[in-house]
């Protein structure tokens, strides 16, 4: 059996997969549809950048990005802060950002490289919401 | 071609009423598009070298600088890269956010 084939079956064990998603994988690797690069598992390997928003009463935000996405996207995020105005970029620049400085390549780098767990904890209080608790997280 | 499991992109909205808005990307449609793509942007960008820049004084000055200094290839090779990435995390959510009555969830099934 190959290790892709027994890979399914111990995240079925372990509860990572469901027998039906198990057998859609196991049925898609016979047909020759997925290349071992394509036979990954979100769950396994990669490391995400979690966002996490709950508020006490409807406001649920959760987005997870994997890094190595937003490392193909950093130059396209070069490219885009390119075509802020230079008004825009004037007033940011008063606030103390200085978009023209700002290396995201090597900012997502050292995200990659040297940050793990929780980067932001907050609590607020919103007058609407109630409480809300932000999370920002790489793991 | 047809029988294989295709990656989509999944984008669903769901609205006050019950009303729903069901997004399927194909992954491999978008990549196979921006593959056709890379070289109409290199044509698109040979095009470009050809148009002169006009007097500091025109209007469109600040534009067509503007256009000529982005390079399409490279914004079609970076979405490229993105997409060959996202091939990797089937089955994950990637947004998923609920307040009140609308849900928003982008999804890779």
Sequence with gaps: MSSEKMKILEMIQEGKLTAAEGMDLLKAIEEGSYTEEEFKSPL?????????VVGEKTLRVNVNVPLSLIRSASKLIVYALSFVPSEKRA???????????LDVESLVRIIEESVDGKIVDVEVADPLE?????????E | MWNKSALMLMVRVELPNRRCLKIPVSVWVVDEFLEALTDLAWLGEMVLRCVPIPSEKSGSYRYVRRIKAVSAKG?????????????????LDVVDVETGDVKVKISLR
Excluded: P, S, T
């Design chain 1, 44 to 52: 396994q390997g990669g490391r995400f950048l979690r966002v996490r």
């Design chain 1, 91 to 101: 007033e940011l620049e008063q606030k103390g950002l200085d978009l023209q400085a």
């Design chain 1, 130 to 138: 109630g409480r809300i608790k932000v999370e920002v997280c790489v």
């Design chain 2, 75 to 91: 914004i079609i090779a970076g979405v490229h890269n993105m997409i060959k990435d996202l091939r990797k995390y089937r089955g």
